[in-house]
């Protein structure tokens, strides 16, 4: 096995008390040389180095930590590293690097500063498989996209297995649900002919009334159940329906057909629609368009399917009265519009399980509008948020893009 190769510092420090002051002169020179290059080396990579001495003190950083935790050379050397990042158990690392061993340790945290990111951390002692501590270099990857792409592909997946779902089941119960809607609004007609008799069954139903008033009333009665009875009945049905309906426009998107629409007449068409439900829920309306608001590309139809359906979760929300507010601007190179209410808010522990498909915070809901609301932003090339603070309310603010994300096209050369 062929010996390792020595480096330039270790022969130095084989001749170091041999060197006159030229020599030691010309060794400083190379190594700041080295030093400088290797500097230069570790501002040019993607990855955070940082390296920390046995106190867990940052006593070096590279340019990229300082947009991965926000430090600034000079200001935050000597600082212990546990400032920067909150969720580093150091003592346990101490503990490891203490120990010695053939080992890297590797960690995954999340930090909030200087904005919220997804961090892999690998973790080497700086004076290798040794016992004892001289301190640990720190490599920190932004995983951030890596694992939005994991929680998409995920998702996908989910969306694959509710359309082998869909294409199985959906038919199957579409047709009996016709079948009994037909059925029950039969029953209905036929009730409500015993409930008010023709032109030529008056005369023997009023003989027959006189001679016996109580059967009559009876009978009354119980068609009048009956009625109930059904009305019930279709109101279920309809249920069912809209959520079969919902199923399918969730697993078979048509993508959006972008045309120049004016956001603020969506929104005034959507209230338009709403107008009763609000008006017989006693719910305050409140309107801050943004005048001047440019068109943007958009699916007229969509959005107004999106703000429905947030203007319909906000009114749910709000069972004993209270302020749905709407408001329009522009910024960020797109324009953007907020459905807020005054309701109970949602719980912390519920807003990352807001948009998953089947997840429902209402009694009858299908936990699918969400998930459709999110389809259709997202293939609209724009993003929505969510703010919820129980007992004050909730706000969905969705933007979208001016301008249509066209590709970009290499230009031709040309060629005498």
């Given at each position: 096995m062929a010996a390792p190769k020595s480096s330039f510092l270790d022969k130095v420090l084989g001749r170091i008390g041999r060197l006159d002051a030229e020599g030691l002169q010309t060794v400083i020179q190379r190594l700041a040389r080295e030093r400088s290059f290797l500097e230069t080396l570790f501002d040019v990579i993607e990855d955070g180095v940082i390296v920390v001495d046995e106190q867990g003190r940052v006593i070096y950083f590279n340019q990229a930590v300082t947009g991965l935790l926000g430090l600034k050379h000079d200001a935050d050397e000597g600082q212990p590293i546990t400032r920067f990042m909150p969720g580093l158990d150091w003592k346990k690392l101490a503990r490891w690097d203490k120990a010695g061993g053939p080992q890297v340790v590797r960690h995954e945290l999340e930090v909030e500063w200087p904005r919220p990111r997804f961090l892999r951390l690998y973790a080497a002692p700086l004076d290798g498989e040794a016992t004892g501590s001289s301190g640990v270099a720190l490599i920190l990857h932004d995983a951030t996209e890596a694992r939005q792409k994991t929680f998409e592909a995920i998702e996908s997946e989910r969306m694959q297995a509710l359309t082998l779902l869909a294409a199985s089941v959906a038919h199957e119960i579409g047709n009996p649900l016709n079948a009994l809607s037909i059925h029950l609004q039969l029953m209905e007609r036929e009730l409500k002919k015993l409930r008010t008799p023709t032109t030529e069954e008056r005369p023997a139903?009023?003989?027959?009334?006189?001679?016996?008033?109580?059967?009559?009333?009876?009978?009354?009665?119980?068609?009048?159940?009956?009625?109930?009875?059904?009305?019930?009945?279709?109101?279920?049905?309809?249920?069912?329906?809209?959520?079969?309906?919902?199923?399918?426009?969730?697993?078979?998107?048509?993508?959006?057909?972008?045309?120049?629409?004016?956001?603020?007449?969506?929104?005034?068409?959507?209230?338009?629609?709403?107008?009763?439900?609000?008006?017989?829920?006693?719910?305050?309306?409140?309107?801050?368009?943004?005048?001047?608001?440019?068109?943007?590309?958009?699916?007229?139809?969509?959005?107004?399917?999106?703000?429905?359906?947030?203007?319909?979760?906000?009114?749910?929300?709000?069972?004993?009265?209270?302020?749905?507010?709407?408001?329009?601007?522009?910024?960020?190179?797109?324009?953007?519009?907020?459905v807020n209410d005054t309701g109970g808010g949602i719980p912390q522990e519920q807003i990352n399980r807001i948009f998953e498909p089947f997840y429902t915070t209402k009694a009858k809901g299908s936990g699918l509008g969400l998930m459709i609301v999110?389809?259709?932003?997202?293939?609209?090339?724009?993003?929505?948020?969510?703010?919820?603070?129980?007992?004050?309310?909730?706000?969905?603010?969705?933007?979208?893009?001016?301008?249509?994300?066209?590709?970009?096209?290499?230009?031709?050369?040309?060629?005498?």
């Open positions: 139903r009023l003989t027959r009334y006189r001679q016996s008033r109580k059967p009559e009333a009876d009978n009354a009665a119980v068609v009048e159940k009956l009625l109930g009875y059904l009305n019930v009945a279709k109101g279920e049905i309809t249920r069912l329906d809209y959520i079969v309906s919902q199923f399918l426009q969730a697993i078979r998107p048509s993508p959006p057909k972008l045309q120049p629409a004016s956001l603020n007449e969506i929104i005034r068409e959507s209230l338009d629609l709403l107008g009763p439900e609000l008006k017989n829920r006693h719910l305050h309306v409140e309107r801050k368009l943004a005048a001047n608001l440019p068109f943007a590309p958009m699916d007229s139809v969509q959005i107004k399917q999106v703000l429905v359906n947030l203007i319909k979760n906000a009114m749910q929300a709000m069972t004993k009265g209270g302020t749905l507010a709407l408001a329009t601007g522009e910024g960020g190179g797109g324009v953007w519009f907020s999110q389809r259709i932003v997202r293939e609209h090339g724009g993003r929505i948020e969510l703010e919820s603070r129980v007992d004050e309310g909730t706000q969905f603010r969705v933007w979208l893009p001016l301008h249509d994300r066209s590709p970009k096209l290499l230009e031709a050369k040309l060629h005498d």
